[in-house]
């Protein structure tokens, strides 16, 4: 981050911030994530880069889920999901649609299944080892919701 501040680089600025956001998420600390997620979004939004600011807004998402608050989680996840549909980015799309599903699972189970019945459908074409734990753990949450 000192770098891309020093630098005056909005883009390493943006992309560090996604991954600081990352490292706070995996410290048990997601408030904070908002904050770097929130910032590389319109970091992003002003450098015309819809794909990060959608990766931003999934992990804007992904924090918002992990605050509890599942409702403007799945506004965020919505959005993502939206913006790498109309990219072509299959694989950020099915991300996105398995948080909206996890974000929606408890209040509308049947909405859930239905987005990870999307998600798992982009990523049939998929088979590197990361590919293949995500749709266990899709079909697993799935085989829970059920």
Same mark, same amino acid.
């Given at each position: 981050?000192?770098?891309?501040?020093?630098?005056? @680089?909005?883009?390493?600025?943006?992309?560090?911030?996604?991954?600081? &956001?990352?490292?706070?998420? $995996? +410290?048990?600390?997601?408030?904070? /994530?908002? *904050?770097?997620?929130?910032?590389? $979004?319109?970091?992003?939004?002003?450098?015309? +880069?819809?794909?990060?600011?959608?990766?931003?807004? +999934?992990?804007?998402? @992904?924090?918002?889920?992990?605050? &509890?608050?599942?409702?403007?989680?799945?506004?965020?996840?919505?959005?993502?999901?939206?913006?790498?549909?109309?990219?072509? #980015?299959?694989?950020?799309? *099915?991300? *996105?649609?398995?948080?909206? /599903?996890?974000?929606?699972?408890? %209040?509308?189970?049947?909405? $859930?299944?239905?987005?990870? /019945? #999307?998600?798992?459908?982009?990523? $049939?074409?998929? @088979? @590197?080892?990361?590919?293949?734990?995500?749709? %266990?753990?899709?079909?697993?949450?799935?085989?829970?919701?059920?």
């Amino acid at each position: 981050m000192d770098i891309a501040l020093t630098l005056r @680089d909005h883009r390493l600025e943006g992309y560090w911030l996604l991954t600081l &956001g990352d490292a706070q998420q $995996a +410290n048990g600390e997601p408030a904070e /994530a908002l *904050a770097s997620y929130q910032r590389s $979004a319109a970091l992003h939004r002003r450098l015309g +880069n819809r794909s990060r600011e959608a990766m931003a807004w +999934n992990s804007t998402a @992904d924090a918002y889920r992990r605050l &509890g608050r599942h409702e403007e989680a799945a506004q965020f996840h919505r959005r993502a999901a939206a913006v790498h549909h109309e990219l072509g #980015d299959t694989w950020d799309e *099915a991300m *996105a649609l398995d948080g909206l /599903a996890e974000a929606l699972a408890a %209040e509308e189970p049947q909405a $859930a299944l239905g987005h990870w /019945a #999307d998600a798992l459908r982009l990523l $049939a074409g998929y @088979d @590197d080892p990361r590919a293949v734990a995500a749709r %266990e753990r899709m079909e697993s949450r799935r085989a829970e919701t059920c």
